[in-house]
């Protein structure tokens, strides 16, 4: 008898999806090694740095009020920077999100009269508003103090345009942004050996310029990280893969010490900086995330390229496509429809451990220049490195799935989004195919 199908199928998975699925995961054993590997080398990493540092219990003691002399955030910040290959790193609870750690970064170091490059096209949503780039730009964006923003578009097969970044380099340019991950863009996610070779590029024409990278989704994927490819700066956000599930808030950057400087000024206050900030008991979920997450990262990548080899054997155009190396933990599907779009997302939700009773259902959410619908049953509030799913609604209808603690969950949030597709009528199954 076996048990796990009949397990799935208890849960609302038909025997048609349980095979055809079943099928596609027998076919990845290598890829799944390989994953398995750049872990370990990760997990060790992360470890020896843990070691180096002497992490103690009394790191996970918690601070109040100004957090003067909080050991353990000191000695987190200096484990950050020790497994990113920077000088220095600041890991605070202050920082809210990704995007928050990237506006830090850009509010400490831009200057009126500066202008920020982007090498890669058009940044991702949330980022238009801190730039100053939207239709209705809120208050307080980069562009309402006199910052100005260039960027060179990406060739139309996803690789950097050379000649239209240098033609975009100027007296002005103060800061390159180079986002790693595709965010709502089809397009691939950049490997580190690609952003060295960018990275370098850039400076062979401006040697002064900073080149920040936002690492979101990027983060132990790969045995090196962007500090290691010549990049300045790195942010990202602890509800993603760094923070290992476990981080229930939470942000860092990573680089060169007197820019990291500048950041902790600009989050708490200048001559304050990094001597300020209270842990508030959250030391403990933060190192424990951290040393969890070269793991977590590995079974959201497995989850990835499941998705991409299923979807891709349906005949929906993935990104990345199932057979190329990984360079983050998303996925994108172009389901080609808004009632795919929908139905895929409702199929995750109902995979959930928290709120799969409930339905998503697409909403203008701040930040994004349409309806967004989100399926995201987690444990802490938006936490993407947990299985998940959202897409803009508007045409090509691509969904964005990352996430799963766990490789066995995130399977089956895939396998339960193809279900909801099935029921729907939006395609068929062949489980003999594969």
């Known amino acids: 008898m076996d048990i796990l199908k009949d397990y799935c199928l208890t849960a609302g998975i ?30 060790m990493k992360v470890l020896l740095a843990l070691r180096k540092h002497r992490t103690s219990t009394a790191c996970f003691e918690s ?5 003067y002399d909080d050991i353990g955030r000191e000695t987190l910040e200096a484990v950050y920077a020790e497994i990113f290959g920077a000088e220095a790193a600041l890991v605070r609870p202050q920082l809210t999100c990704g995007t928050h750690a990237l506006t830090v970064a850009l509010s400490a170091i831009l200057r009126p009269g500066d202008e920020l490059l982007s090498p890669v096209g058009r940044p991702y949503d949330t980022l238009e ?35 239209a970044v240098k033609a975009a380099i100027n007296e002005k340019t103060k800061l390159v942004t180079i986002q790693k991950s595709k965010g709502y863009e089809p397009r691939p996610t950049f490997s580190v050996a690609q952003i060295k070779e960018l990275v370098s590029f850039i400076k062979s024409i401006k040697p002064d310029v900073i080149c920040m990278v936002d690492n979101c989704y990027g983060e132990f994927v790969e045995r090196t990280e962007p500090i290691e490819a010549g990049a300045d700066l790195c942010a990202g956000s602890l509800i993603k893969n760094p923070g290992g599930g476990l981080a229930p808030i939470g942000g860092y950057i990573a680089g060169r010490k007197e820019l990291v400087d500048m950041c902790a ?42 998705a991409a080899s299923l979807y891709e054997k349906l005949g929906f155009n993935v990104v990345p496509s199932a057979g190329t190396p990984r360079y ?17 997302c409702k199929g995750i939700q109902a995979a959930s451990p928290v709120d799969s009773h409930v339905a998503p259902e697409p909403y203008a959410m701040p930040g994004y220049h349409s309806d967004v619908i989100m399926a995201a049953g987690a444990f802490i509030q938006g936490s993407s490195i947990e299985l998940s799913a959202d897409g803009p609604v508007e045409p090509p209808y691509a969904v964005y799935f990352q996430g799963g603690l766990t490789w066995y969950h995130a399977k089956f949030g895939i396998m339960m989004s193809l279900q909801y597709l099935k029921d729907a009528g939006l395609v068929e199954i062949n489980p003999a195919v594969v």
């Open 14 to 43: 038909d025997e048609d999806v349980y095979n055809f699925c079943n099928n596609i995961q027998m076919g990845l054993k290598e890829r799944f090694e390989e994953i398995d590997r750049v872990a370990e080398y990760n997990q």
């Open 63 to 67: 601070s109040t009020g100004y957090g």
């Open 129 to 163: 508003g801190v730039i100053g780039i939207k239709d209705d730009n809120p208050p307080c964006s980069l562009k309402e103090f006199g910052i100005t923003y260039r960027q060179a578009d990406l060739l139309p097969d996803g690789t950097f345009d050379y000649d």
């Open 265 to 306: 000024y600009r989050l708490t206050a200048p001559g304050l900086g990094k001597e300020v900030g209270a842990t508030l008991g959250l030391n403990r979920p933060f190192f424990q995330g951290l040393f969890l997450a070269p793991v977590v990262t590995a079974g959201a990548l497995k989850g990835a390229v499941f």
């Open 328 to 344: 983050d933990i998303i996925q994108a599907v172009t389901l080609g429809s808004k009632e795919a779009l929908i139905s895929f």
